[in-house]
Each structure stands twice: as structure tokens, then as C-alpha cells.
């Protein structure tokens, strides 16, 4: 996440919290396959202007444990597990969400001013709007690992980003015994390739160095698939689209959290507003006004990442090695 998303979360009242469970990012190394240095774009925690260091590593749900210990502490809030959306039906002024309870097998449905699609990329609120996502950018398959180890790596404390033709990756250190790392995976490969710390020594040994396996535990092994996609419409009526649910964007900028976090922070006052009677139902309209063009040029930029530091054949690889040094060193860029 990023320093001005550190201040959503400010706003929410866990930003204490949330820096305890976080990294400061020292930056961004661009390494080839020997490990060697590309180009390294260095981050100042202490310049970014929100007062938050500009880049935050974590592990994903410890944060999402954080909002909804900070979301029960509310007394507004009624809080439903174990139930599945199955579909929302739109009105011009209110929307029932049909539900169903997975342990008993009941169905309900619930009356609401306002409905918040925020579920993801397979969203059942997008399809009930009929509404349709748009490619932006080409999809990848990568494997994703997290490992925990109490030794001490000695590696470079930023994001380290394999620019390969051949398999691209990421590494990075999310926890105080916490990494990551991520590889693109090839058209015959799968995540049940790579269960093993014996299959993934390939892969992940280069930074391993002289850490005894041993010390090594494997917390997850999976598959992602990236994708470069937008919603065509956010809203109906009083049905409206955030997050995933709206807007995919591969990983290699760190907006798709941060991006769904926007959304909401850029919807919800608007909607206090008008529930309130301070604000006309106009203010709604500037929600997608506001927030579509920003996520399209968050994907757009991603994608171009992404092949500027992956993309093409060896002579592309071969470019880079002699480009990225140089681009290190231009003016906004090597703080970038």
C-alpha cells in the first residue's frame, strides 16, 4: 500500500496498527538471471507527502483481520458469515439482496438503500448490473509462494524484480520472518508442480543462499492469474460496483488493494450524504466519474510496467540491460 492508502486507513483509525504489521518498501532493484543489479529506484521512508512512508509491504490478512476487528467494534454494523450472494434485484430507490445461509440451505433476502458490490473478481453484483468487463492487457499465470524463516536472508530490503525473458519473478520480505515470491509460470506448468521445497530450489534458491533448508517453512504455494480488466459500468441505480468487482490490475505497480480501498473512500461520504439529506442523489454520479478513469490508468500503467520489465525476446531482455541503468539516474525517475 501506498502513503496516500496508509491514510485511508488513518481516516479508519488503524493506522497505528497497520504500520505495526507493515514494511517501510526501501525500493525497487531490477536484477537479471545471474542476480546481478539493473538498476535500483530507491524510496525515502520518511519523504512521502501523506506522512506515511510512500510504499508498505504486508501480509494481506493480517490487515483484513485488522478491518474487521476495527468494523465489530461498531454497534451500527450487523455483521453476516457464512452466507452467499446468490443475486441482487435493483429498484429506483432500493435493492434486495437475495442471500443464502450454507449451513442451513435458507434463502432470505435483505432490503437496502444501497448495495456495495465489493466481491471480487467472479462478482454476482456485476452480473445481476449486466455489466461487462473490458480486457485492458493480456492475462498471466504466475506462481505464488510464502515462506517463513527466522534466519536472517541478508538480502537488500526492497522489491526485487527478475527481469527475464525466460521466467520473469518477485521477491520481496513482507513480515519480520515472512517472504514472497512470485514466478511466471510457463504454458505446461501448474502450482502442483512446485509443492515441494525440492521443486522450488530452482527457483528460489538464488536467494537463499547458505540458509538451510531446514529453517525454510513453506506457508502457501498457489496460482494467480493476472488480469488487466475494467467494468464497463460501475453503477445502477442504487446498486454500485468497488474493488475487484470493478477493476483488475496486475501486480507489478501495488494499486489492487489500495485501488478497491479508493473506491470505497472516494463512495461512502458521498453516500452518507445523500442518506443523510446534506447531498443531492447527483453526488452518486461522480463516484464512477471520478474513480473509472483513475483505475484505467492505474491498468494501463501496470501493463506497461510489466513489459517494460518483462516483456519480449531476448533482444527486448538485452535493451533493457543497457537502458535500465541509465533510467536509474534521470531526474524523477530514480525516486520513482
Known sequence: LDDEVHRILGDLGVADEFTAISRPVRGLRLIDDAMRPLAEFERDPESGPHGFPPANL?????????????????????????????????????????????ATGE????????????????????????????????EQRWLVVDASTPADLGLWDGVHQLCSPHRAGTFMR?????????????????????????????????????????DLDLVRVTEYTFRAQLANRWRDRRVFLLGDAAHL???????GMGAGLRDAHNLTWKIAGVL????????????????R??????????VAVGWAMNGGSDRAAALRHRAFPMLAHLPGIGSA
Open 174 to 214: 513482507i513480515g519480520q520472518t515472512r517472504y514472497r515470491w512470485e514466478f511466471e509460470l510457463h504454458n505446461h506448468e501448474s502450482a502442483e508442480d512446485y509443492r515441494t521445497l525440492a521443486a522450488l530450489e530452482p527457483l528460489i534458491g538464488p536467494w537463499l543462499g547458505d540458509t538451510a533448508r531446514t
Open 58 to 102: 504486508f501480509d494481506q490478512p493480517e490487515l483484513e483481520r485488522i478491518l474487521r476487528a476495527r468494523m465489530l467494534r461498531d454497534l451500527r454494523v450487523t455483521f453476516r458469515s457464512g452466507v452467499e450472494v446468490l443475486d441482487v434485484i435493483n429498484a429506483k430507490d432500493r435493492a434486495q439482496v437475495v442471500v443464502l445461509d450454507i
Open 249 to 255: 490490475t496486475p501486480p507489478f505497480i501495488g494499486q
Open 293 to 302: 478513469p483513475h483505475a484505467k490508468a492505474m491498468i494501463r500503467r501496470a
Open 276 to 291: 443523510g439529506g446534506t447531498l443531492t442523489d447527483t453526488a452518486l454520479d461522480t463516484y464512477e466519474q471520478e474513480r
Open 107 to 138: 434463502r432470505s433476502a435483505v432490503t437496502a438503500d444501497i448495495v456495495l458490490g465489493c466481491d471480487g473478481a467472479n462478482s454476482v453484483v456485476r452480473a445481476a448490473l449486466g455489466s461487462r468487463m473490458q480486457t485492458l492487457g493480456p
